[in-house]
T-cell receptor, first 113, second 115 residues
Framework: AQSVTQLDSQVPVFEEAPVELRCNYS??????LFWYVQYPNQGLQLLLK??????LVKGINGFEAEFNKSQTSFHLRKPSVHISDTAEYFC???????????FGTGTRLKVLA | ETGVTQTPRHLVMGMTNKKSLKCEQH?????MYWYKQSAKKPLELMFV???????ENNSVPSRFSPECPNSSHLFLHLHTLQPEDSALYLC??????????????FGEGSRLTVL
């Protein structure tokens, strides 16, 4: 069965510092990988996705993620965060050929002034 | 309007009430989903519809009853809920089911409180 692990439930970081949010998944077949962001009282919004090809994926708001098949990871990074990046971030996987998206428990990013 | 719209945004109901959540998508998608988001838990997939046909019912209690009259609208009918059903209910849509490489588009959610 597929699963997604986001080990860090909360990540505090100072403004303009870099950040990495970790995501590991388990699946023995091809998957598509996604990062979503959720601001307070809102739904989830896509940040970026990995389908195939280049393992480094760039998304909106300056975020990027790297797919590492051997480590089954898809960590999200940003070189310099802003206060407005404070939100909850969800990693998700979907097995190719299915409609089931499996979400992690989320990582709350808090950017400090 | 664009995207995925959910109404109401907030709902408070007693355990004996009957209410409904509504979702409408303006993206031309043909698959729609209901997710439940509770604190400190992963998003739970409840129902999936493709072309108005239910393709997934994830062991959801019968007090939740979905309805998909057409590919643009999705309802979640609520009846005799329990306090533990209090959560954010998210609707989402996607272009296709299996074979599509696209992502889910979410509404802003309906915050349900059961007293």
């Amino acid at each position: 069965a597929q699963s997604v692990t986001q080990l860090d439930s909360q990540v505090p970081v100072f403004e303009e510092a870099p950040v990495e949010l970790r995501c590991n998944y388990s699946s023995s077949v091809s998957v598509y990988l996604f990062w979503y962001v959720q601001y307070p009282n809102q739904g989830l919004q896509l940040l970026l996705k990995y389908l195939s090809g280049s393992t480094l994926v760039k998304g909106i708001n300056g975020f990027e993620a790297e797919f590492n098949k051997s480590q089954t990871s898809f960590h999200l990074r940003k070189p310099s965060v802003h206060i407005s990046d404070t939100a909850e971030y969800f990693c998700a996987v979907r097995r190719a050929g299915t409609y089931k998206y499996i979400f992690g428990t989320g990582t709350r990013l808090k950017v400090l002034a | 309007e664009t995207g995925v719209t959910q109404t109401p945004r907030h709902l408070v109901m007693g355990m004996t009430n009957k209410k409904s959540l509504k979702c409408e998508q303006h993206l031309g998608h043909n698959a729609m989903y209901w997710y439940k988001q509770s604190a400190k838990k992963p998003l739970e997939l409840m129902f999936v519809y493709s072309l108005e046909e239910r393709v997934e019912n994830n062991s959801v209690p019968s007090r939740f009853s979905p309805e998909c009259p057409n590919s643009s609208h999705l309802f979640l009918h609520l009846h005799t809920l329990q306090p533990e059903d209090s959560a954010l209910y998210l609707c989402a849509s996607s272009a296709q089911l299996a074979g599509d490489t696209g992502e889910l588009f979410f509404g802003e959610g309906s915050r349900l409180t059961v007293l």
